[in-house]
């Protein structure tokens, strides 16, 4: 069982927008703003795209945006793309020089 | 640019151990401010994450769950961390990934991992 808690999966058309939230504790999401979001494909490694709540790497699309309240971080997606069918995880500094992941969301574009 | 490049798929038998590189370029292992952390994914399922090494100075931390199971080491020299995996069982088979994670100056507090290797598949099976 993970220590950040995601919706198994969620969907939306194309062009709409989604929202992924990741549910931690005053422990982790809630005392930090090291929280990070990644893209994961099929067979591939992890891709940062959101890190210390709300910031963008360079070459990350502005649809991609990230925020938080209290113990729950989120994710946005808007103006869906085919491209964007993939698995997503949250990860947050946890204390004690430790991390934690999310269980990750599988997004589907319908 | 930043690459982090880790070694072939391995197959071992249960009670084996396995030994995974992880090479950095693009940045100087031995005099950064970052940690290589390494993250399990089992088949099918999520990230899970296992712990770090500061390759600077050589001192690790290890999640909970995988102390006394797994080493984490460098040589700086080539520039190389390394996850050995002990006392291997059929659970253990998973994609295992090094990433680059920032040490906040002055704390041992690491940010997410930025920068992820491309994973290397250990298959443990008789």
């Known amino acids: 069982q993970s220590a950040l808690t995601q919706p198994a999966s969620v969907s939306g058309s194309l062009g709409q927008s989604i929202t992924i939230s990741c549910t931690g504790t005053?422990?982790?999401?809630?005392?930090?703003?090291?929280v990070s979001w990644y893209q994961q494909h099929p067979g591939k490694a992890p891709k940062l795209i959101i890190y210390?709540?709300?910031k963008r790497p360079s070459g990350v699309l502005n649809r991609f945006s990230g925020s938080k309240s209290g113990n729950t971080a989120s994710l946005t997606i808007s103006g869906l793309q085919a491209e964007d069918e993939a698995d997503y995880y949250c990860?947050?500094?946890?204390?004690?020089?430790?991390?934690?992941f999310g269980g990750g969301t599988k997004l589907a574009v319908l | 640019q930043v690459q982090l490049v880790q070694s072939g798929a391995e197959v071992r038998k249960p009670g084996a151990s396995v030994k995974v590189s992880c090479r950095a370029s693009?940045?100087?292992?031995?005099?950064?401010?970052?940690?290589i952390h390494w993250v399990r994914q089992a088949p099918g399922q999520g990230l899970e994450w296992m712990g770090w090494?500061?390759?600077?100075?050589?001192?690790?931390k290890y999640a909970q769950k995988f102390q006394g199971w797994l080493t984490m080491t460098r040589d700086t020299s080539v520039s190389t961390a390394y996850l050995e995996l002990n006392r291997l069982t059929s659970d253990d088979t998973a994609v295992y990934f090094c990433?680059?994670?920032?040490?906040?100056?002055?704390?041992?507090?690491?940010?997410?991992?930025?920068?992820w290797g491309q994973g290397t598949l250990v298959t443990v099976s008789s």
């Open positions: 990433a680059r994670g920032e040490i906040l100056g002055g704390t041992t507090l690491t940010m997410p991992p930025d920068y």
């Open positions: 693009g940045y100087s292992l031995s005099v950064s401010t970052y940690y």
């Open positions: 090494i500061n390759p600077k100075t050589g001192g690790t």
């Open positions: 990860c947050s500094y946890a204390g004690i020089s430790t991390l934690a």
């Open positions: 210390e709540v709300t």
């Open positions: 005053s422990s982790n999401v809630g005392s930090y703003s090291f």
